[in-house]
C-alpha cells in the first residue's frame, strides 16, 4: 500500500508517512517494467492469459514517498486477462513505524482501445495482514488512466480517488500525466508528475525519471530517479534513486 500520512494524522493513527514511483502504463502498484511486445510472427493470444512477475527493487516508492523507509523491497504479482478485462493480486514488503511490514493489492478493471485510446477503468485495494488491532488502513481506490502512442511516444494520465484515505475517513484524489519515448526496441525512456490532495491534509507533488532496458521477454532492469515537494516531511519524501529488475513468466 501507500500511505501519504499527515504529521497530524500520524500521532492518531499510530503510522508511518510513506509512499510513488511511476513509469507507463501504470505507476500504481508493483513496478512495471517495459518488455517486448510479441513479434508480428507470434500467433495473438486468446482466452484467459495468466502472467506472473517478481520485481526485486532497492526501494518501494509510491507516489514519491518510500513504503520501506528507504530500503529494498520485493514484489510478487499474478494478472489474469481476457479480452478487455483483468483481475490482478500481489503482495510487497514495506516498513511501517506502527510495527507493519506486509502488504497485499487486489485490483480488477476493464481496458478496452477505442479509436487509438487505451483506457483503463478498475479498482484497487491496498491491504495489511499484520496492522495492529487498533488501526485499520486497508484502503479501495477507483482509477481512470488514458494514454495514446503517437509514433515512438506514449503519453498518457490517470486520476485515482478514495473516500477513506488510509483510514483517515477523508477524500483523496492522485493525479498523474506521464510519458514514455521508445527509443529502440529494448530501451525506453519514461517520466511522470503527480500531485496528491488529501481534503484537510498536507498535499505533495511527486515527480520522476527514468530508463527501462528489456534484456529479453522475460527479464527487464529500471533506473529511476524521483522526488517530492515535501522534504521537510521526513526522509521518505526526500529524493531517490532506484534501480529494479523484473521478471516476467
Known sequence: MRMILLASMTSALGLICTAARASPPDTNAMPQLAIPPATSEEAAPTGPQLTVTVTGASDYIFRGVSQTNNGAAIFGAARVTDNDFYVGVGGENVNFHNGTNAEYDLSAGWAPTLS????DLGVIRYGY???PAHTYIDTGEVKAAVSH???????????YYTN???GSHRNAVYAEGRGAYKVSSRL???GAVG???IASGTDHTTWNAGATYAFNKMFALDLR????D???LGRTYGSHFVAAIKAMF
Open 129 to 131: 495482514i499484520d496492522q
Open 164 to 166: 477513506d484515505f488510509f
Open 230 to 232: 515535501q522534504h521537510d
Open 149 to 159: 502512442d503517437l509514433g515512438p511516444a506514449t503519453l498518457g494520465a490517470a486520476v
Open 195 to 197: 500531485r496528491q490532495t
Open 116 to 119: 487509438g485510446f487505451k483506457f
Open 225 to 228: 530517479y524521483s522526488d517530492t
Open 188 to 190: 525506453t525512456l519514461s
